[in-house]
């Protein structure tokens, strides 16, 4: 299918379009899992950060006579999963009118990549629906793989098996300093195989007061005779504007010893969370997480529905030399 097309400069004029071409392809996924939240100001929500992206990132829009059919944006990164220049391209960053989508991504990736690469940007990242199976095999199919994963649960009650000498309890800052090796282990099991993400080089209960000290902010944590034995954290912001809905909160952070897992201790903590949830009006809860984290994606997939996927491919920088 040959599109009569013209490529254009991200430019101003074509926010409205743009925002309502990301409306678009939101309301197919709410179809597939029709709790997604939902506003009346999601519009202009999205217009104000697609402006945004339109001043400060790169990319190319598809026009069809007066009208955007299409078009694909993204942000500069520094250092993009590993030591090169890269481009990341967010939930709102791309869009297409569904009958031209498939051959549109295509033609769309291929204008704005021979930019991106003359610019020295050799990692390409992009977040997309996940219901969306046609753009999936679409961009698979132009070199680009998994890696992270955006799912959402309705708050209810859980059922958990909670052995009576396991009590789960929300943290305080006074409790932090017990937390100190778990927080610790936490950042340096990424760097195992196969995730090998590399580790942080902080103070454990620095790091960890620093961000329980931000405004609704909570954590919790499983003890046996008074020792830690994993957390869990929540707050209400992370990776998507759907994860940024008022009625949201997102999991940041979790870990279980690896001594202790199989014993249903992750459960207890989600549970535990579900319960203040439904105390304090949230309908909804979101996590992200790398496809890569083995342990992380069987548990998370239990109790989460994928809504956004993220892949990425790596472009090999020798073609500019």
């Given amino acids: 299918m040959k599109l009569e097309i013209q490529f254009d400069q991200l430019n101003g004029k074509y926010v409205n379009a743009a925002a ?157 300093p017990a937390l100190a090796d778990i927080h610790r282990q936490h950042n340096m099991y990424y760097g195992n195989s196969p995730v090998f993400m590399p580790g942080r080089d902080e103070d454990p209960v620095q790091d960890l007061t620093g961000w329980l000290k931000k405004d609704d902010h909570h954590l919790w944590a499983a003890y046996q005779d008074g020792k830690p034995l994993g957390y869990m954290k929540i707050q209400p912001d992370a990776e998507t504007f759907v994860s940024n809905h008022r009625n949201v909160m997102n999991i940041t952070g979790a ?31 979101g996590v992200d997480f790398e496809s890569i984290n083995i342990t992380g994606s069987r548990f998370w997939n239990k109790h989460f529905v994928p809504y956004a996927y993220s892949m990425v491919r790596r472009i090999d920088e020798r073609i500019s030399t």
Wanted: hydrophobic share 40%; net charge negative; with cysteine.
């Fill in 20 to 176: 309502d071409l990301i409306m678009s392809a939101y309301i197919e996924e709410k179809t597939e899992i029709p709790f997604l939240p939902y506003e009346k100001d999601y519009l202009y929500y999205l217009r104000k950060l697609i402006k945004n992206l339109f001043d400060k990132g790169t990319g190319v829009a598809a026009v069809r006579g007066e009208e955007l059919i299409g078009f694909i944006a993204g942000f500069e990164v520094k250092e993009l999963f590993g030591k090169c220049k890269g481009i990341y391209s967010p939930l709102y960053g791309h869009g297409g009118k569904k009958e031209y989508r498939s051959v549109l991504y295509q033609e769309l990736y291929t204008h704005a990549a021979e930019i991106w690469v003359k610019n020295a940007c050799f990692t390409h990242a992009l977040t997309f629906f996940a219901h969306d199976t046609e753009t999936t095999d679409l961009w698979f199919w132009q070199g680009f793989g998994l890696r992270c994963v955006d799912s959402i649960c309705e708050s209810k009650q859980i059922s958990a098996n909670n052995p009576s000498n396991i009590i789960i309890r929300k943290v305080n800052v006074l409790d932090i």
């Fill in 255 to 285: 870990y279980v010893l690896e001594s202790e897992r199989k014993k249903g201790i992750g459960t207890m903590l989600l549970g535990a969370i579900q319960e203040w949830l439904l105390q304090n009006g949230y309908t909804l809860y």
